[in-house]
């Protein structure tokens, strides 16, 4: 099979826009996701220093709050302050995610904005407080967008080590069996925790089944023993809750010095980075998430091999996949996520930024925030380290279809004015393949309302 501009912004993009050019060539793919991020400064995030002063003037608010709380004042001013400061900051928060969803509707490089999803949902990480719940966006931003066409090494990286992640997986916990914090508090001690170790090797990069042991993981778990965040807002090393002495990974080994150094775990990090398992794993997982669940198998030895060629080159990678014939079959395997399935409807409406902007808190929810919830993929909260389900069956439950047609029959008429013609619609969603039996449909709807749904539901939009 060719190319086809229309399965590349189906399968590799949010789908068709009546106003944005599809991409013409695998080409101009490539030279889109290598050039400016267009998209990340048209729909802005504000800088992660603003988050930060955020979240440490509701610690500040919050510690206000429980002073008073045990001197028996649960109704003074200092609980005024803080639930005004929850409600004014509440729009300022969602707008981000706005900002979110106006990048996969109106980018030009919808390869990217997948890609960014993509490894965000492998490094899968959420916030269990509301330091961590107001840096959600921020984490992609930061720790994913930057890297998404680059070394894996510096995407592992970023993303293993950031705050978020090691407050998802409990690091701040880990501390050495025989360490000078254990030695000298051993009440205060937790002892070692396993599981930013075992993710990184079952779910970052070797994957399961890789070339690991539990004592793999054991020896990693130590290594990592320092390693720990600053509330939401940097890295920090502490050898001393570090286990001292050399561990071995892998059957290499790292550290060894009387005091324990960061530049250990960078070590190991990017010698995982750049195993053959790691590259089978990331080519499979790729291929899956793009094209098919049951993968080219060609397509996927391609792949990997791009990616062990170049040292760990995303980029390559992903050319690999472009260019195999298998990524342009004409049968549309896949069946949408919730996210992508809503944007790439938002995306064939057209929804004006403006009318996007437009909805803060409630209608944000009513939206973008509740249907998602009901489709099965709450935003920006996936339900463990291992991301959302890649399996088709995941999605097409009874709730999560009636969750879509509600939506379908719902959201267009709201937020796009005036509604398309069906008959328009379906064209411009569809492309040049639209199946005789939509066409019709869109054609014979009693309405518009209903014509816009019987597109946004057919088979051939929901799949990709």
Request: aromatic residues 8%.
């Amino acid at each position: 099979m060719s190319f086809s501009s229309t399965l590349a912004a189906h399968r590799f993009g949010y789908g068709l826009s009546p106003e944005i050019a599809s991409p013409k060539s695998v080409n101009a793919m490539l030279r889109a996701l290598r050039g400016r991020d267009r998209a990340a400064t048209q729909f802005a995030l504000p800088p992660v220093s603003d988050v930060h002063a955020l979240t440490a003037e509701f610690r500040r608010l919050q510690k206000v709050r429980r002073k008073a709380l045990r001197a028996g004042r649960d109704d003074g001013p200092e609980q005024a302050a803080f639930d005004a400061f929850k409600k004014t900051s509440r729009p300022e928060i969602s707008l981000w995610t706005v900002q979110g969803v106006l990048r996969r509707v109106w980018s030009e490089d919808g390869l990217r904005e997948r890609l960014v999803d993509f490894w965000t949902d492998h490094f899968a990480a959420r916030g269990k407080n509301y330091d961590f719940r107001t840096n959600e966006a921020h984490y992609a931003e930061t720790a994913i967008r930057p890297y998404v066409s680059g070394k894996f090494a510096d995407l592992l990286e970023a993303a293993v080590l950031h705050p978020m992640m090691l407050h998802f997986l409990d690091q701040n916990a880990s501390v050495g069996p025989d360490s000078l914090f254990a030695r000298r508090r051993p009440k205060q001690s937790r002892g070692l925790n396993e599981n930013l170790a075992r993710e990184i090797l079952e779910l970052h990069t070797l994957g399961v089944g890789g070339a690991y042991e539990q004592k793999d993981v054991r020896q990693l778990a130590k290594l990592l023993t320092g390693v720990r965040a600053e509330h939401d807002i940097e890295l920090r090393f502490e050898p001393r809750r570090a286990e001292p002495g050399a561990e071995t990974v892998l059957g290499r080994s790292y550290g060894g010095t009387e005091r324990a150094e960061l530049e250990d775990v960078q070590a190991v990090l990017r010698d995982l980075a750049v195993h053959p398992d790691t590259a089978g794993h990331l080519a499979r997982k790729m291929a899956v998430h793009f094209v098919a669940d049951a993968p080219d198998a060609e397509m996927v030895a391609s792949m990997k091999a791009a990616f062990v060629n170049t040292d760990g080159d995303l980029s390559a990678m992903t050319e690999a996949m472009l260019r195999h014939p298998a990524a342009w079959q004409a049968a549309r395997r896949n069946f949408k996520q919730p996210m992508t399935f809503l944007c790439s409807a938002l995306r064939g409406l057209a929804v004006p930024v403006a009318r996007m902007n437009a909805l803060q808190g409630a209608g944000l929810q009513r939206y973008v925030g509740a249907p998602l919830r009901a489709m099965g993929q709450p935003l920006g909260k996936p339900l463990g380290p291992d991301g959302f389900s890649e399996a088709d069956g995941h999605w097409l439950s009874p709730q999560g279809l009636a969750a879509r047609l509600q939506w379908s029959l719902s959201a267009p008429v709201d937020l796009a004015r005036p509604l398309p013609d069906p008959r328009r619609f379906v064209l411009d969603v569809l492309g040049e393949d639209v199946p005789k039996e939509v066409l019709f449909a869109a054609k014979a709807a009693e309405s518009r309302r209903e014509g816009v749904a019987l597109v946004l539901m057919s088979p051939a939009f929901q799949r990709m």
